[in-house]
């Protein structure tokens, strides 16, 4: 099953990158996703929450973890695509259990800044398509044939 997802491109608060950044959160997206996302979020302002449709998918689930008396969230992973590009480029909808923007914003990251690599300003549209994480059973597969 996928979600289909219309929205725009917005600025945010510019935390992001300081969020992304975090080595309790940058370890297991180099764990869990397989790359070190570019530092921030892209965000898409959608015309009406997708928080229950994506509820429907299977997360990549990155544990909330503590750095002294600072405590952080748990963070669900997506993998995406972007519907109608050239190129395809690894990509995640993320959803910040704790989070100051509202259900109709969506973050996105990835390895590559996504403005530069898909030419995109506030207030462009971008249609990406969103999964379920791959199944525990793929990764047993893929494993045991590289044994
Ligand atoms: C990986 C990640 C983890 C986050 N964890 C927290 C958190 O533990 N507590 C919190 O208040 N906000 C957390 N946030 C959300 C930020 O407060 C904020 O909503 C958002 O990232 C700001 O994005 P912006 O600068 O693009 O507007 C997290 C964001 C990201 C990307
Ligand atoms: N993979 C990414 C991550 C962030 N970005 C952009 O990089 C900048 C820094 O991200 P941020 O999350 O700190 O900033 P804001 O989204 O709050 O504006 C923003 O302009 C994002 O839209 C991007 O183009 N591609």
């Known amino acids: 099953m996928t979600v289909t997802v219309n929205g725009t491109v917005t600025s945010g608060f510019g935390r992001g ?10 370890r297991q997206f180099r764990d869990e996703l397989g790359y070190e996302p570019y530092p921030g979020t892209l965000n898409l302002e959608l015309p009406r929450s997708v928080a229950e449709r994506l509820e429907r998918l299977e997360p990549i689930r990155i544990d909330g973890w503590q750095d002294g008396d600072r405590s952080f969230g748990i963070v669900y992973c997506y993998p995406a695509s972007v519907v109608d590009a050239d190129e395809s480029v690894r990509l995640h909808a993320i959803v910040p259990k704790r989070t100051d923007h509202d259900t109709s914003t969506l973050e996105l990251i990835s390895p590559v800044n996504l403005r530069e690599r ?4 506030d207030d462009a549209t971008l249609t990406i398509r969103v999964e379920s994480a791959p199944s525990d059973t793929d990764t047993m ?7």
Do not use: P, Q
């Open 118 to 121: 898909f030419d995109l300003s």
């Open 141 to 147: 597969d893929s494993g045991s044939l590289s044994n």
């Open 17 to 26: 990158k300081e969020f992304v950044s975090l080595e309790g959160y940058s």
